[in-house]
C-alpha cells in the first residue's frame, strides 16, 4: 500500500480537548483505497463497541462520500482506537482537502450535539 496523504481533525475546547487532534491516513494499492481513523486521542468519546461514539459520524461521512463517488465499502476492520475502511477504487491526493472538511464538519457536530444534552 502506497500513502496517498493525511490529515489531523482537531477536537473542539468545549469537552477539554484543546490541541487534541484525530489522524487520518488514506492508503491506496492497485484496487482500493483505505482510510484509517485513530482514535487513541480521545477514548473517552468512544462508545463500548467501535465503531461508537464519535467514529459513528466519521464513518456516516465516509460512507456517503465514497458512494456517491461510485466506491463501495468492501471492508471494515477495528483495532483497540483503530478503524480501517477499504473501498473499492483508487482515489487520488485530490480528495484530501475535501475529505478533511467533510470529516470536520462531521465531528464538529458530533461535539455540538453532545454539548447540547
Same mark, same amino acid.
Given at each position: ?5 493525511? !490529515?489531523?481533525?482537531? &477536537?473542539?475546547? #468545549?469537552?477539554?480537548?484543546?490541541? +487534541?487532534? %484525530?489522524?487520518?491516513?488514506? &492508503?491506496?494499492?492497485?484496487? #482500493?483505497?483505505?482510510? *484509517? %481513523? ?8 468512544? $462508545?463500548?463497541? =467501535? ?6 459520524? %466519521? $464513518?456516516? @461521512?465516509?460512507?456517503?462520500? !465514497?458512494?456517491? +463517488?461510485?466506491?463501495?465499502? %468492501? ?10 475502511? *477499504?473501498?473499492?477504487?483508487? @482515489?487520488?491526493? *485530490?480528495?484530501?482537502?475535501?475529505? +478533511?472538511? &467533510? =470529516?470536520?464538519? $462531521?465531528? #464538529? ?9
Amino acid at each position: 500500500m502506497k500513502q496517498l496523504g493525511g !490529515f489531523d481533525i482537531r &477536537l473542539e475546547k #468545549s469537552f477539554g480537548f484543546s490541541g +487534541r487532534r %484525530i489522524p487520518v491516513q488514506i &492508503l491506496v494499492d492497485q484496487e #482500493s483505497t483505505t482510510v *484509517t %481513523i485513530d482514535c487513541g486521542c480521545c477514548e473517552e468519546l468512544l $462508545a463500548n463497541k =467501535l465503531p461508537g461514539g464519535v467514529l459513528i459520524p %466519521i $464513518a456516516s @461521512a465516509l460512507k456517503l462520500y !465514497f458512494k456517491e +463517488r461510485g466506491m463501495r465499502n %468492501i471492508s471494515v476492520d477495528v483495532n483497540g482506537t483503530l478503524m480501517h475502511r *477499504t473501498y473499492s477504487g483508487v @482515489a487520488n491526493e *485530490t480528495i484530501i482537502p475535501e475529505m +478533511r472538511g &467533510l =470529516l470536520k464538519e $462531521a465531528v #464538529s457536530r458530533f461535539q455540538k450535539r453532545r454539548e447540547s444534552r
